[in-house]
């Protein structure tokens, strides 16, 4: 058997592989499995039947127009963005992080990306995907660098560089201290170089990553046996570690950090947070599909006819329709039970996404219950509690790495918005309710102000200053016609 190629792909990887792609396409939508060409035409890809399977006894054209005519709502991608959003509300709150650290955070890919911008990214894949990577890399090595104030006068810093799951084909750990220690990380990506004077290819490279070693490697048919080879690029090769006095000193780990936003279930694994809701996005694309298949053969009914002779009839408001002796006519029109009950299914499903998504908060007018709204507000608070935490435990440990290629012992620690929902108001239909136990005497005015500021129904920026009416001495004046002038 011969020996493993630089392409292969570990256990834990080809397992998770699959779902990996049904989730990244359906936060993609259908331009997953539809090719939108240049010429304004649309044509399925081979993988659409994945994704919306053809009937039994369709006809190719006929499922190539269903497909086409068939929307995709992209509730998973909806949610995912809206989740990362209130997580990076408030952006990556950086404690005790060095100054020089902290100086290269509004340039942190080395392309002008603010370490915000750079981290909500990372954020939004490690969310959709359950997990993503980041590798805290360095510049070339120049001979002219000798110290870190060569290095910070010439603009010199470590850049993070995100990969997701599908780039981190293989890797190996170890055992050191008790805990998990990565040991050996194969990263593919592409490239598009220059072929001949104006033409383009893609090329694909796979980076080996070892503690204080990169190397990077390509496969290609070899010329003599026509088998599968790797190729070293000995300029893409090196030892990784930070220069000191125009020495390399290499690293004792490989500075690539797995970064979780689902949940953890071993090494480089896990299960994501939001693969229930994708799936349902899915189902409701489906079904709804086959719903507005139903409405596109029952809208119009069939005419009927008895007794004829198998002449042609034609059909329109000035046309004389003769009836044989013991015939007749009309119209066949089906049975709007089925569609109606589709219609009902398809509510069903987009109120579930709805309530595994983000869509409540912005749609308060769907909100039946108070209860109902506080509820799901703090299963969602919990769920990006632990995302939040996950994520910001990650962006600490690539503060940590990013200061070792400084030469510092500390990179700080990074924290996200954990609490999203305190000022989170109660739906009106609980205060049309405190108001009409207010008209029945129930409770008292005092009471009244005391139980609507509790459901937050006032923003922070209003003050009521206690009074019998429950009113300020301003709106008090306001209301008799008068303005009290000191």
Not at 112 to 117: A, F, I, Q, S, V
Not at 169 to 191: C, D, E, F, K, P
Not at 362 to 390: C, G, N
Request: aromatic share 10%; with cysteine; proline share 5%.
């Amino acid at each position: 058997m011969p020996p493993a190629l630089i392409d292969t792909q570990c256990t834990a990887y080809r397992r998770q592989l699959p779902v990996w792609r049904l989730l990244e396409d359906v936060y993609t939508g259908d331009r997953a499995w539809l090719d939108y060409r240049a010429d304004g035409t649309i044509e399925p890809r081979q993988n659409a039947k994945r994704y919306l399977p053809q009937l039994p006894a369709e006809e190719s054209d006929e499922y190539k127009l269903r497909l086409l005519q068939s929307h995709f709502d992209d509730r998973f991608a909806q949610s995912c963005r809206d989740f990362v959003g209130l997580v990076f509300n408030k952006g990556v709150r950086l404690v005790d992080v060095p100054a020089a650290v902290k100086k290269q955070w509004a340039n942190l890919d080395g392309e002008g990306l603010t370490g915000d911008r750079l981290c909500g990214q990372i954020g939004m894949s490690a969310l959709s995907l359950g997990h993503t990577f980041c590798l805290v890399d360095y510049p070339e090595a120049d001979d002219s660098i000798v110290s870190l104030a060569d290095s910070l006068g010439a603009g010199r810093a470590p850049h993070w560089h995100h990969y997701k799951p599908f780039d981190v084909i293989n890797w190996r750990y170890r055992r050191v201290g008790g805990r998990n220690v990565l040991s050996m990380a194969v990263l593919r990506y592409s490239q598009v170089l220059p072929d001949g004077e104006y033409g383009e290819k893609e090329q694909t490279f796979y980076l080996r990553l070892t503690p204080g070693r990169f190397d990077t490697f390509t496969v290609a048919k070899s010329p003599l046996n026509g088998q599968l080879t790797q190729y070293v690029i000995p300029e893409r090769c090196g030892e990784m570690g930070r220069r000191l006095r125009g020495v390399v000193q290499p690293f004792d780990h490989i500075p690539l950090v797995c970064l979780y936003g689902g949940d953890r279930t071993g090494f480089f694994t896990s299960n994501p947070t939001l693969l229930s809701l994708a799936k349902l996005n899915l189902v409701h694309y489906q079904v709804n599909s086959d719903h507005r298949q139903k409405m596109h053969y029952c809208c119009f009914p069939t005419p009927v006819r008895t007794g004829g002779q198998g002449e042609d009839l034609t059909l329109g408001p000035r046309q004389l329709v003769d009836v044989p002796l013991g015939g007749g006519f009309g119209w066949s029109e089906p049975n709007s039970q089925s569609l109606a009950m589709s219609r009902i299914e398809v509510k069903d499903i987009e109120s579930a996404m709805d309530f595994l998504g983000a869509d409540y908060l912005v749609k308060p007018s769907d909100r039946q219950a108070a209860s109902t709204t506080m509820v799901q507000a703090k299963k969602i608070e919990s769920e990006l509690y632990l995302f939040a935490a996950d994520f910001a435990t990650g962006i600490t440990e690539c503060l940590r790495r990013h200061a070792q290629w400084l030469g510092l012992d500390y990179g700080g620690t990074a924290t996200l918005e954990t609490k999203f929902f305190d000022n989170l108001a109660s739906d009106p239909q609980l205060l049309l309710a405190y108001t009409r136990l207010r008209e029945l005497g129930e409770i008292s005015t005092q009471e009244l102000r005391r139980l609507a500021a509790a459901a937050n129904f006032f923003p922070d920026s209003v003050t009521l200053e206690d009074n019998p009416d429950g009113l300020s001495e301003s709106t008090q004046s306001n209301q008799n016609g008068s303005t009290r002038r000191g």
